[in-house]
């Protein structure tokens, strides 16, 4: 045998020539395995590029006044319905008091121009004109407009007394609290935010060349950067558009094109929707956490349309 010649395997002892046949499966099972981990690294609809988004309910005053309680504080959970916030309601009790006063003024004055156009009605035209009679009408009309109108500045009034106190309108928690009692709260600006605690969801942003296995319904996987455990959602639905830069303008309106390399082209990523399902109480979520989504393959039901149609022949 010469020294590059292979050796004789019926020479070799029968335990040499198991271990060299096991070491040659082993790595023959290794490199199918390997090539298996790689084909489903590449392919399967997977991405660590996932956040955790929710509502932001941005609470305003309706009408303007100093903020006499401020009934929660900072991160505390609120319920629907629950007090936030109260404005002084001094002005609004006076305004409301002042609109009675003319709802009374303008219900007397109105009976009073009836019932003198009513006499009037009864005379003969001996005892008083057409004229005179058209003029009563006219002024018992016109008194009955403006009842409406004091009935209709009463309940403006009372709306706006009504809405010094600001309630919360969905169960959340209050987020990044500024607003303090004795501040002067303007209609129509911001006085607290609240996270809508019956929103949370995970938009997870796959590359487009992933887009042709998702469909929705599929199972998803959620793995929070923050704790070890993961949670169980559902896609539910893609968005249908990103920004181009291309399609945007300078200031002089000529279409702004960004160079690239003509043999490298990047995927795009698209936003995927994903429903949490079942969090438990220990975990807690938060708008903006890292998430890693990864898609359980074919488990949408029957009948689910995927984002893209497939190729046809």
């Given at each position: 045998?010469?020294?590059?010649?292979?050796?004789?395997?019926?020479?070799?002892?029968?335990?040499?020539?198991?271990?060299?046949?096991?070491?040659?499966?082993?790595?023959?099972?290794?490199?199918y395995m390997g090539w298996l981990m790689w084909q489903a690294y590449m392919a399967a609809p997977w991405t660590r590029d996932g956040t955790v988004r929710a509502y932001v309910i941005t609470v305003t005053s309706q009408v303007s006044g100093r903020i006499a309680?401020?009934?929660?504080?900072?991160?505390?959970?609120?319920?629907?319905?629950?007090?936030?916030?109260?404005?002084?309601?001094?002005?609004?009790?006076?305004?409301?008091?002042?609109?009675?006063?003319a709802v009374a003024s303008a219900k007397a004055d109105l009976a009073n121009k009836q019932a003198e156009a009513a006499r009037r009605a009864r005379l003969t035209s001996l005892a008083v004109s057409v004229e005179e009679q058209q003029i009563y009408n006219a002024a018992a009309d016109m008194a009955a407009a403006a009842y409406r109108q004091a009935l209709s500045n009463r309940d403006q009034a009372r709306l706006a007394l009504s809405r010094t106190q600001i309630v919360s309108?969905?169960?959340?928690?209050?987020?990044?609290?500024?607003?303090?009692?004795?501040?002067?709260?303007?209609?129509?600006?911001?006085?607290?935010?609240?996270?809508?605690?019956?929103?949370?969801?995970?938009?997870?942003?796959?590359?487009?060349?992933?887009?042709?296995?998702?469909?929705?319904?599929?199972?998803?996987?959620?793995?929070?950067?923050?704790y070890p455990?993961?949670?169980?959602?559902?896609?539910?639905?893609?968005?249908?558009?990103?920004?181009?830069?291309?399609?945007?303008?300078?200031?002089?309106?000529?279409?702004?094109?960004?160079?690239?390399?003509?043999?490298?082209?990047?995927?795009?990523?698209?936003p995927?929707?994903?429903?949490?399902?079942?969090?438990?109480?220990s975990i807690v979520l938060a708008a903006g956490l890292t998430a890693t989504v990864s898609i359980v393959p074919n488990s949408a039901p029957a009948g689910a349309k995927p984002v893209l149609p497939a190729a046809t022949e």
């Amino acid at each position: 045998m010469t020294a590059v010649e292979a050796p004789d395997m019926r020479r070799m002892p029968l335990r040499k020539v198991l271990s060299v046949l096991v070491t040659l499966g082993a790595v023959a099972v290794a490199a199918y395995m390997g090539w298996l981990m790689w084909q489903a690294y590449m392919a399967a609809p997977w991405t660590r590029d996932g956040t955790v988004r929710a509502y932001v309910i941005t609470v305003t005053s309706q009408v303007s006044g100093r903020i006499a309680e401020l009934g929660v504080k900072a991160s505390q959970y609120v319920r629907k319905g629950d007090p936030l916030m109260k404005i002084d309601p001094a002005d609004f009790e006076i305004a409301l008091a002042s609109a009675e006063a003319a709802v009374a003024s303008a219900k007397a004055d109105l009976a009073n121009k009836q019932a003198e156009a009513a006499r009037r009605a009864r005379l003969t035209s001996l005892a008083v004109s057409v004229e005179e009679q058209q003029i009563y009408n006219a002024a018992a009309d016109m008194a009955a407009a403006a009842y409406r109108q004091a009935l209709s500045n009463r309940d403006q009034a009372r709306l706006a007394l009504s809405r010094t106190q600001i309630v919360s309108p969905v169960n959340g928690y209050i987020t990044n609290l500024v607003t303090q009692a004795g501040d002067y709260a303007t209609s129509g600006q911001r006085a607290l935010s609240i996270v809508d605690a019956d929103s949370f969801w995970v938009d997870a942003y796959f590359e487009e060349t992933l887009l042709r296995s998702l469909h929705i319904g599929d199972q998803a996987r959620v793995a929070l950067m923050a704790y070890p455990r993961t949670l169980e959602g559902t896609v539910v639905g893609i968005e249908r558009g990103i920004a181009v830069p291309n399609a945007e303008s300078d200031p002089s309106g000529l279409a702004t094109v960004n160079p690239v390399f003509t043999w490298v082209r990047l995927a795009q990523r698209v936003p995927v929707r994903i429903g949490l399902k079942n969090v438990p109480s220990s975990i807690v979520l938060a708008a903006g956490l890292t998430a890693t989504v990864s898609i359980v393959p074919n488990s949408a039901p029957a009948g689910a349309k995927p984002v893209l149609p497939a190729a046809t022949e």
